[in-house]
């Protein structure tokens, strides 16, 4: 894909603007695109396990996914980590800093840390999955979906996802993902959710 990773970070912001938790925990909307922008630019380079994907060259489908079984270096996941981290600071041109400790502490809650107590060895995560307004329904994300499955499958490997949003809740559980676990964090429920491999 050509597409740069500040345009790919402009698109999520797009995309995720009126999400449930973004909307929850950036609540002005004035504000929120832009914090959002330098929130996805610093967050999609901050893991190098994390992988853009997309069906189409025009990211008319942009898909987020974590490759547990990529080896990378643990410095060069520390040195991301740390440089990305840093630069998080720059939500801070467009929110207060008391919104950005606020944001923090939500992002923090509504982790994926919950994978650690229901998977042990490899597994694949989808963190993010967005379909431009225009190109919706034509089974975009379907696709970006039955690619990791094929992958899983292939390697026997469970594939992990959460979702602050019921109505994903539903469509995910149609591809075969369960609720293994509901988080609290103030207002906001994340499901998390497990696919087991299809060995058929």
């Not at 981290?85 to 720059?90: D, E, R």
């Not at 996802?161 to 509901?182: A, D, P, R």
């Amino acid at each position: 894909m050509s597409i740069s990773r500040r345009e790919i970070s402009k698109i999520l912001a797009k995309e995720f603007y009126d999400d449930t938790l973004y909307t929850y925990i950036l609540p002005n909307d004035k504000t929120r695109l832009k914090a959002l922008e330098e929130f996805f630019y610093c967050y999609t380079n901050m893991y190098p396990t994390g992988t853009i994907v997309s069906p189409s060259k025009d990211a008319q489908a942009i898909g987020y996914i974590f490759y547990n079984k990529h080896n990378i270096k643990k410095s060069t996941q520390l040195y991301n980590l740390i440089k990305y981290s840093t630069k998080l600071i720059s939500m801070a041109k467009h929110i207060s800093i008391k919104e950005f400790i606020r944001f923090g502490k939500a992002i923090h809650n509504n982790s994926s840390a919950w994978i650690e107590e229901f998977v042990k060895g490899e597994f694949i995560h989808i963190d993010l999955i967005v379909v431009d307004e225009k190109h919706r329904n034509k089974g975009l994300a379907k696709k970006i979906i039955k690619s990791v499955f094929e992958e899983a499958d292939k390697e026997n490997i469970v594939v992990t996802l959460e979702t602050q949003n019921t109505t994903n809740v539903h469509i995910y559980k149609h591809f075969g993902f369960e609720v293994v676990k509901e988080q609290q964090y103030e207002k906001l429920t994340q499901y998390c959710m497990i696919r087991k491999p299809n060995n058929n």
